[in-house]
Antibody, heavy 120, light 111 residues
Framework: EVQLVESGGGLVQPGGSLRLSCAAS????????VTWVRQAPGKGLEWVSY????????YYADSVKGRFTISRDNTKNSLYLQMNSLRVEDSAVYYC?????????????WGQGTMVIVSS | QSVLTQPPSVSGAPGQRVTISCTGS?????????VHWYQQLPGTAPKLLIY???YRPSGVPGRFSASKSGTSASLAITGLQAEDEANYYC???????????FGGGTKVTVL
């Protein structure tokens, strides 16, 4: 079964750090571009970051640039998001998603999400 | 304020047709970049519903269709069913922002 499973969410104080992980299975992870998307409580979807299959291209939304770092380990079929200098407004469910190779860069597989709460 | 504009809500009776608009600009939908649509059922992750402006992934019912023209796109649900009650999001790529953008989402209510 093609699957993405996030982990690492939790409660953290403003200014703190957290590292999210996303474990992929059921498909050749190293052949796919992947991305992080977040959703604040009761709000819409917000794209966060992107990494290419070979890590040569990395992009961030302006809202997280300089604070978040995306990375991947193709030997472990895993995607990561290092989040530093966290703010209250970073509180959200964080989803990892696979970017389709045939469906015109659509996000075709999503994980179940992991909740991040930034609060004192 | 989302880069792509969607109506906050639409509703219809079972069997009716509803449409959801998605308005962008020359840097995203009109660039032209493809528009994709996602369905998010309550308490679940988003699911790809339409890709490449008009195409349905395998398993998506034929009552879902979409179109694109200029800087706008739309999603139609024909023959609305109770299980279609969900939030729907449009998405495109924005050349100026160098990243993907989403609409604010539209909640579909089946009356």
């Amino acid at each position: 079964e093609v699957q993405l499973v996030e982990s690492g969410g939790g409660l953290v104080q403003p200014g703190g750090s957290l590292r999210l992980s996303c474990a992929a299975s059921g498909f050749p992870f190293s052949n796919y571009e992947v991305t992080w998307v977040r959703q604040a409580p009761g709000k819409g979807l917000e794209w966060v970051s992107y990494i290419s299959d070979t890590t040569t291209s990395i992009y961030y939304a302006d809202s997280v640039k300089g604070r978040f770092t995306i990375s991947r380990d193709n030997t472990k079929n895993s995607l990561y998001l290092q989040m530093n200098s966290l703010r209250v407004e970073d509180s959200a469910v964080y989803y990892c998603a696979r970017i389709s190779r045939i469906a015109d860069d659509a996000f075709d597989i999503w994980g179940q999400g992991t909740m991040v709460i930034v609060s004192s | 304020q989302s880069v792509l504009t969607q109506p906050p809500s639409v509703s219809g009776a079972p069997g009716q047709r509803v449409t959801i608009s998605c308005t962008g600009s020359s840097t995203n939908i009109g660039a032209p970049h493809d528009v994709h649509w996602y369905q998010q059922l309550p308490g679940t992750a988003p699911k790809l519903l339409i890709y490449g402006n008009v195409y349905r992934p395998s398993g998506v019912p034929g009552r879902f269709s979409a179109s694109k023209s200029g800087t706008s796109a739309s999603l139609a649900i024909t023959g609305l069913q109770a299980e279609d009650e969900a939030n729907y999001y449009c998405q495109s790529y924005d050349s100026t922002l160098s990243g993907w953008v989403f609409g604010g989402g539209t909640k579909v209510t089946v009356l």
